[in-house]
T-cell receptor, first 113, second 114 residues
Framework: GNSVTQMEGPVTLSEEAFLTINCTYT??????LFWYVQYPGEGLQLLLK?????DKGSNKGFEATYRKETTSFHLEKGSVQVSDSAVYFC????????????FGKGTKLTVNP | DTAVSQTPKYLVTQMGNDKSIKCEQN?????MYWYKQDSKKFLKIMFS???????INETVPNRFSPKSPDKAHLNLHINSLELGDSAVYFC?????????????FGPGTRLTVT
């Protein structure tokens, strides 16, 4: 079945550090890929997405590129801020049939001033 | 003007009780979902409705029964609550059931069963 594997957390960085959160997936066909973010005490919100190979999603300084050859969708940000502290979820949604979101286990990011 | 709202935000109850969680979206979306997030933050889909019709029904105990009275509402009723039901339950909606659509999540309902 479809699955998502993302790097275990927690991740602790200093402000302005470079962030990478690895995400790889297993899926049949051509899934859509997503990064969702959950701030403390809130629901998830979409950070970025990519729906086909080589697409790059970007938002709020975060980027991720859909790499079909390595089945990956790593999240990056060049300079993190304290306000980026949250839990980040990689997710995929397959095409056709029951198109549900399958989530990775989440990576908690803490950014210290 | 909250997009996806859930009530209640917190729910504390005893084992064996029956409880309901309500969800409403004002986005005009056709598809709604229930997710369960456990204590380790793992998020798993439970149910999905498209235009009031059940389209996803994961392996969930039949003590959990969703109901969609109209496109804007999706409620979750839980019978005979167990300790293991303690979790945060999220409602979400999307414009349609296609996998390319973004899902919009509610703020969550923290259920604690004692």
């Amino acid at each position: 079945g479809n699955s998502v594997t993302q790097m275990e957390g927690p991740v602790t960085l200093s402000e302005e550090a470079f962030l990478t959160i690895n995400c790889t997936y297993t899926a049949t066909g051509y899934p859509s890929l997503f990064w969702y973010v959950q701030y403390p005490g809130e629901g998830l919100q979409l950070l970025l997405k990519a729906t086909k190979a080589d697409d790059k999603g970007s938002n709020k300084g975060f980027e991720a590129t859909y790499r079909k050859e390595t089945t990956s969708f790593h999240l990056e940000k060049g300079s993190v801020q304290v306000s980026d502290s949250a839990v980040y979820f990689c997710a995929l949604s397959s095409q056709g049939g029951s198109e549900k979101l399958v989530f990775g286990k989440g990576t908690k990011l803490t950014v210290n001033p | 003007d909250t997009a996806v709202s859930q009530t209640p935000k917190y729910l504390v109850t005893q084992m064996g009780n029956d409880k309901s969680i309500k969800c409403e979206q004002n986005l005009g979306h056709d598809t709604m979902y229930w997710y369960k997030q456990d204590s380790k933050k793992f998020l798993k889909i439970m149910f999905s409705y498209n235009n009031k019709e059940l389209i996803i029904n994961e392996t969930v105990p039949n003590r959990f029964s969703p109901k969609s009275p109209d496109k804007a509402h999706l409620n979750l009723h839980i019978n005979s609550l167990e300790l293991g039901d303690s979790a945060v339950y999220f409602c979400a909606s999307s414009p349609g059931s296609s996998g390319t659509y973004e899902q919009y999540f509610g703020p969550g309902t923290r259920l604690t069963v004692t």
